[in-house]
């Protein structure tokens, strides 16, 4: 937890009710300790969606299709989700999942490694105006290199899970060695996308870290 976690019950405890399938999907996934997006993520999550009104929204990292099923549940009527998932025991229940949502039409599940994926909508001259980045976290710098050329002026990117229960301040001699690729390059990805002249970036104690990334106009 990177904050007080008494003031994040709080916060959680005014938002408003969820739809009923997404609750018993948020349900499921604490129950079976699947990761999805904390109380506050979600909330941070629509108020972005609804500010953007997105037409075109890429998802890296389906999971079990929560995410996804959230923003399809908020999203602007003329708008599509592409998301992309590679591990079979998580499509299982995601291919079911999404099948639920009233909007399920509407969302394109990619079945295939993100970065084949991705080079391949690249190659197809996609464009995104909304990209939720929430999979692999040692890979996160191989996928900007990507998701960046599909994203017009004006474009939002929205990183998941960037602070590591708070972890990434720390020196990376403390952190347990089978973390430590993961932490180097987290540290990497976060110098970068605050960096790059094509990006304004604000790194946001929401959820477990949130990166929210604005590709310039200029």
Known sequence: MIVDERITD???SLDEELPEYLKELEKHAIETETPIIRKDAESFLRALIEMKQPKEILEIGTAIGFSASLMAEYMPVDCHITTIEKVEMRLKEARENLKKIKRAEDV?????DA??????LREEGRQFDFVFLDAAKGQYHAFLQDILPMMPAGAVLLTDNVLQEGSLIESKYVIERRDRTIHMRMREFLYEIKHDERLVTSIVCVGDGMALSVKKRS
């Open 115 to 120: 970065l084949t994926a991705l080079k391949k």
């Open 10 to 12: 709080y916060i959680a």
């Open 108 to 112: 394109t599940l990619i079945e295939e």
